[in-house]
């Protein structure tokens, strides 16, 4: 399919933000204004609560609670959600619209997690802050109204890379978590950036090979840390025994191979995936509605296949 035309007069018209030579204060601020410039109206939900909790290190790491509207009074499932940026931008307060939307569009309460960032916080530090909120959702589940046994590992982007290798640390993990499902928006899953996507879309697609050069470098604290699944979950040597996955990728993106190679994995490993391509859709399309109708074939793609997976029947 063509590239969405209101998403090619939005890049076509895109100013420079600012490339690795700017500094780091610089890409976040442009990172931020950029993205929150593109959202469209806030979606209705009926709560919205921010608690805090602590890593083991004693870093507090707050998480943001969106319960959608919905006529059940029983325990709803929860997306535990990392956010995307690259490991070392966006935040919390970035990501309200798009949660608000995800949790619309679900009828989950969305459980969007403020992980500390890269290059400060290194790889497996964002993981941990990550993996952590997962354990305390899976402990909590009664206080905080959710059902334990519906438990969601979400992201996009670079929260989704979390997600995915958090879904792996709970399998290997003999007192982790029990997921549900796995949900991946865009994710990189190979630090290795080898795929055919990568050389088609280089540069010109809103994300490109070099910006996420840069985001691996601020990441990793070296290229052999890499190597890991923790870090590169496309390596791991097996994929079988994990929670059923969602997995959404955008045609004109540098990840979309990668995103389609784990799908493929997963489903050779006996894993129920669910693998959809975006067409005409870019990197970071979660916050485009504001650019495009397009865009919201992300929300409800990601709507009807939870609503499946975790068996809900109800509408939000």
């Known amino acids: 399919m063509a590239l969405d035309p209101l998403i090619a007069d939005f890049l076509a018209k895109l100013p420079p933000v600012g490339g690795p030579a700017a500094s780091l204060d610089a890409l976040r601020t442009a990172g931020e204004v950029q993205l929150r410039l593109l959202h469209g109206p806030l979606a209705s939900i009926a709560d919205v609560r921010t608690h805090s909790i602590l890593s083991s290190d004693g870093h507090s790491?707050?998480?943001?609670?969106?319960?959608?509207?919905?006529?059940?009074?029983?325990?709803?499932?929860?997306?535990?959600?990392?956010?995307?940026?690259?490991?070392?931008?966006?935040?919390?307060?970035?990501?309200?619209?798009?949660?608000?939307?995800?949790?619309?569009?679900?009828?989950?309460?969305?459980?969007?997690?403020?992980?500390?960032?890269?290059?400060?916080?290194?790889?497996?530090?964002?993981?941990?802050?990550?993996?952590?909120?997962?354990?305390?959702?899976?402990?909590?589940?009664?206080e905080l109204g959710i059902d334990r046994t519906r438990l969601v590992a979400g992201g996009d982007s670079s929260g989704a890379n979390l997600a995915a290798a958090a879904t792996l640390?709970?399998?290997?993990?003999?007192?982790?978590?029990?997921?549900?499902?796995?949900?991946?928006?865009?994710?990189?899953?190979?630090?290795?950036?080898?795929?055919?996507?990568?050389?088609?879309?280089?540069?010109?697609?809103?994300?490109?090979?070099?910006?996420?050069?840069?985001?691996?470098?601020?990441?990793?604290?070296?290229?052999?840390?890499?190597?890991?699944?923790?870090?590169?979950?496309?390596?791991?040597?097996?994929?079988?025994n994990l929670p059923s996955a969602t997995i959404l990728v955008c045609e004109y993106d540098p990840l979309r191979d990668e995103g389609e190679a784990y799908a493929r994995r997963l489903g050779e490993a006996g894993v129920a995936t669910e693998c959809h391509r975006l067409d005409g859709m870019v990197h970071a399309c979660i916050h485009m509605l504001g650019v495009t109708p397009g865009a919201r074939r992300l929300f409800e793609l990601a709507g009807s296949s939870l609503k499946r997976s975790l068996n809900l029947t109800s509408q939000p």
Not at 70 to 75: A, C, D, G, I, Y
Not at 172 to 194: E, N, V
Request: hydrophobic residues 40%; glycine residues 4%.
């Open 169 to 240: 640390c709970a399998r290997d993990d003999t007192r982790g978590p029990a997921i549900a499902h796995q949900l991946l928006l865009y994710p990189p899953l190979d630090s290795a950036m080898s795929s055919t996507s990568y050389r088609e879309f280089a540069t010109g697609y809103f994300l490109t090979r070099s910006t996420m050069e840069f985001c691996w470098s601020a990441y990793l604290h070296v290229k052999a840390d890499g190597d890991s699944p923790w870090a590169s979950p496309l390596r791991a040597a097996s994929l079988a």
């Open 61 to 142: 790491i707050r998480i943001r609670a969106y319960t959608p509207v919905t006529p059940n009074s029983v325990p709803l499932p929860a997306i535990v959600y990392a956010h995307g940026g690259g490991w070392f931008r966006c935040s919390l307060e970035l990501y309200d619209n798009p949660c608000r939307a995800l949790a619309h569009a679900t009828g989950c309460v969305v459980l969007s997690v403020d992980y500390r960032l890269a290059p400060e916080n290194k790889f497996p530090v964002p993981l941990h802050d990550y993996y952590t909120a997962l354990c305390w959702a899976a402990s909590h589940a009664d």
